[in-house]
């Protein structure tokens, strides 16, 4: 189990360092002003408008950086910095958002398998708990088989889940810069910077996704290591 704590560590680090520097740009960002003047809420207005799209409900959430599209209610949420914000940073996260409310319009292959893959990663991050917690307590010595292919199960089920999140978040910022350039809404330096901010923003899932993958290669290989002794 050391090994899994140390790229448990190794890529902690990795994604705080990732978050740091994306916390830095949409703080940068969040100080340049749009010169069309309008919120993020206007814009995601004007995007889904413009797509057709009248069955979303834009919405202010809470929190910093917490702004989603949830496909069950057909719903964008907006952090209060975006939905009020007229910046180059509300401006980009709320067409982000609206990227996912389009591809869920167009019925986008992996933004569907995402929404299937979903209970199936609640339930192995359940499993996984449950069994640390057992490992901690010196439960289960006996099924050590047993526990590395419910492991290796549900890692690779979180490890693809992660992949997937992928061409949904990539595809998701190309069809809202797309748009933020075709429409006029941004363009030049302020569009470049739109680019900039969203492209952290996926490196988040970029660190996530290469986390999941190695910690799904450590347990495999650990199972198959200890099925040739």
Not at 34 to 50: D, P, T, W, Y
Not at 123 to 137: D, P, R, W
Not at 161 to 168: C, D, E, G
Request: net charge neutral; glycine share 10%.
């Amino acid at each position: 189990m050391i090994g899994y704590y140390v790229i448990l560590g190794i890529f902690t680090l990795i994604g705080l360092a990732v978050s740091s520097r994306l916390k830095s740009k949409f703080s940068h960002y969040s100080q340049v002003l749009v010169r069309n003047g309008m919120s993020g809420r206007e814009i995601a207005e004007r995007m889904l408008s413009h797509y057709g799209i009248h069955d979303v409900h834009i919405v202010e959430g809470q929190g910093f950086l917490t702004d989603h599209y949830n496909p069950a209610t057909k719903t964008v949420s907006l952090s209060s910095d975006v939905y009020h914000g007229r910046t180059i940073a509300a401006a980009a996260v709320a067409a982000h958002e609206c990227g996912h409310a389009v591809q869920h319009a167009q019925s986008y292959s992996m933004l569907q398998l995402r929404s299937k893959l979903v209970p199936l990663v609640q339930v192995s991050a359940n499993l996984q708990q449950f069994l640390f917690m057992g490992a901690i307590l010196g439960l289960g010595a006996g099924l050590g088989g047993t526990i590395m292919i419910v492991l290796v199960a549900t890692f690779g089920i979180t490890a693809l889940f992660s992949l997937v999140t992928l061409p949904v978040e990539f595809d998701a910022s190309n069809r809202a810069l797309a748009w933020l350039d075709n429409s006029g809404m941004m363009r030049g330096e302020e569009h470049d910077g739109a680019k900039d901010a969203l492209w952290w923003a996926a490196m988040t899932y970029v660190s996530q996704a290469l986390g999941a993958l190695v910690m799904f290669l450590y347990f495999l290989l650990s199972f198959l290591g200890r099925s040739e002794d």
